[in-house]
DNA sequence: TCAATATACTGAAACGTTACAGATTGCCAA
DNA sequence: TTGGCAATCTGTAACGTTTCAGTATATTGA
């Protein structure tokens, strides 16, 4: 009746991992009607592949990653870019569960691809472009004009950006509205009478350092009020030396009255630093922190927060890369997350 | 001179990614002699090993992933599996970072699989081996008696366990000596002179749980101190919860004078609630808490803190990992972190 | 009736690698 | 001289998949 013969691999078939060569054998068809069954092509007939796909369900068959990166070049991976150093570590944490959220129901994997302090941020782009270990990248710690995403962009290669660029290139990014974030702080703490303010910045270099720099000096000429220089520390510096440097600040005689920080951990240590030049916060000055777990209302009541959801941030991401993968238009995977308002101790 | 021709693929050779034909044509070998001179093969000559290697690494040759997979089933994939919404934050990222560091200068990659809280914890595992996707796995939330564990070891593929098991079976693991953490807690706060202690549990059901619990008995029936139950929170819990337990803990008459906390996020929360219930840290009740970053001393100062490196333990993980994978004995893998003396607040 | 065409299927080749089973050479002992 | 053997090297097949270029059968148009 059937004219193909029990083949040695597939004589055992009871233990090893069912391919397309077992399904083959098993519904009397061949490999490539099997291939092509499998992924609904349109030239096999409907009872066919109602049929493969049955048995496929049935004994759990899975397509070998390997065999199918080896053929076709797609790696079904998403690469998840880090700073070893100088992430937020919540974000970290965040922004995987929000991509593996979003992936977590295609065959993609994610898999981190960390670089260090030492190395050139273009490296392990040029790592995973060049070894095609990748479908596509999401890449963080974006610069106005960055190397990496012109880098992607030349080869072609899908990726997306936490934070956006200023190349005059169009590309996918998630952003949280930074300039909205430190123009509102602003007016929060101007509500509040509070006239000279300071801030802590992000990174310098970075393309959000320039929207919260620019949001902060819009607000407070908007509402008039002074800014009182903070230079020397952003949130990439050790905490040490943000405390230690805030109550230098904090003991000058034109002290800021008000403070607004880009990082949780930073604020921890801007708070130490106004507490050890004696000052009270919520008296002498009020500050207002970004952050991404809600735990700083636990540190000190009087502080003023708003939060940055990141693991909304990784689940854009990934659907940008995705997105982008899929063969949309990468104008349109551009994504931009408004601040909620500062939001005083409840409770 | 050379019987070769150049072939269709090697003309353009200039574009392309190198592959063993590619160096086989350069050098005028076979493939085959390709392949065992990068891999240094006894039977290929010395200078013919140096040859090829030179070529190899000045055309910047690097092998392709998929083929040796598909060939060999070696993945050169390590997986990180957690648990999307129970992990702890800070040990997200910090033993990533530890395992990066590890298989920095090896040729293998990182992938994260993550399952949530509805899932059974072993599916994820059995999705890795079913499809063979990882030569390695690291899992956490390590139980006494570890379906995943039992699984893994059954099957033959390698694994190490962040926290130890108890099943009488021998597998690499790395752990922090919470026995020694809770037991000294206990006895730095009884050295403080406080008589009626609480504790924060970690997870019920995990191994570190039993540990951190007799710890913390041994030591209060050492230095004479009673327990006063908490048994409706452990650090897996909400900050909510935590926080509005503590308070309802510490407005009872016979209340806690000292609590010893598994974890920062949970100490925070503790703090709150003790402070909710109007009373004051360091005079009427002393904490202890672990803490994976140094933050929490800049929260309160009268807090008590030992620190537990996670990045450290992402290391130790990688490298028993890599050593089994290796060939070494599963026993010899196994490492225990001491933990530090508890500190005061230091200036 | 015959050719043209649509439908449903198929084998062989290729992706890059490694393992197997030789093949060629030179050297030495007999 | 010859047989044996070590030292080097090589071609082929296979891993599991998809694509290319078909083949066989039924259906249609004239």
New interface residues.
């Given amino acids: 009746m059937d004219r193909r013969s029990a083949e040695k691999d597939d004589e055992a078939s009871a233990k090893e991992?069912p391919t397309l060569k077992t399904l083959a054998f098993m519904t009397g068809l061949g490999v490539t009607t099997v291939s092509r069954a499998l992924k609904d092509a349109p030239e096999i007939g409907a009872e066919t592949r109602r049929r493969v796909q049955l048995v496929a369900k049935q004994i759990?068959y899975?397509p070998?990653?390997?065999?199918v990166?080896?053929r076709t070049g797609k790696?079904n991976v998403i690469s998840l870019v880090?700073n070893?150093e100088r992430?937020i570590?919540?974000?970290?944490?965040?922004i995987?569960?929000g991509v593996?959220?979003v992936i977590?129901d295609t065959p993609y994997?994610?898999?981190?691809?960390?670089y260090s302090r030492s190395q050139d941020p273009l490296d392990p782009i040029r790592y995973l472009v060049?070894?095609?270990?990748a479908d596509g990248v999401i890449i963080s710690r974006t610069q106005p004009n960055d190397p990496r995403a012109r880098y992607m962009l030349e080869r072609g290669i899908p990726f997306a950006t936490h934070g956006r660029t200023d190349m005059g290139l169009v590309h996918p990014y998630h952003d949280f509205d930074n300039y909205a974030f430190a123009s509102e702080a602003v007016r929060h703490l101007a509500g509040l009478g509070r006239r000279r303010l300071a801030l802590v910045t992000p990174p310098v270099g970075l393309t959000y350092y320039d929207h919260t720099v620019n949001g902060f000096a819009d607000a407070l000429s908007e509402v008039g009020a002074s800014e009182v220089p903070f230079n020397t520390v952003s949130i990439d510096h050790t905490?040490e030396q943000i405390?230690t440097r805030t109550a230098q600040l904090m003991r000058r005689d034109n002290r800021p009255d008000g403070i607004v920080s880009c990082a949780a951990?930073a604020t921890?240590?801007v708070?130490?630093g106004i507490e050890d030049a004696g000052l009270k916060l919520g008296r002498d000055v009020d500050v207002v922190s970004k952050q991404s777990?809600?735990?700083l209302h636990?540190?000190r009541r009087e502080l003023l927060v708003v939060n940055e959801n990141f693991r909304l941030a990784g689940s854009e991401l990934a659907r940008a890369v995705l997105g982008w993968i899929g063969g949309k238009e990468p104008g349109s995977l551009q994504s931009l997350s408004t601040p909620g308002e500062v939001l005083p101790y409840r409770g």
Avoid: K, Q
Wanted: charged share 20%; aromatic share 6%; net charge neutral.
């Fill in positions: 991992r759990g899975r070998n990653r390997a065999g990166r080896l790696t880090l070893t992430e570590m919540s974000f970290v944490s965040d995987i569960y593996s959220e977590a994997h994610l898999i981190v691809t960390p060049e070894t095609g270990s905490i405390r951990a921890l240590a708070v130490a777990s809600e735990l636990l540190f």
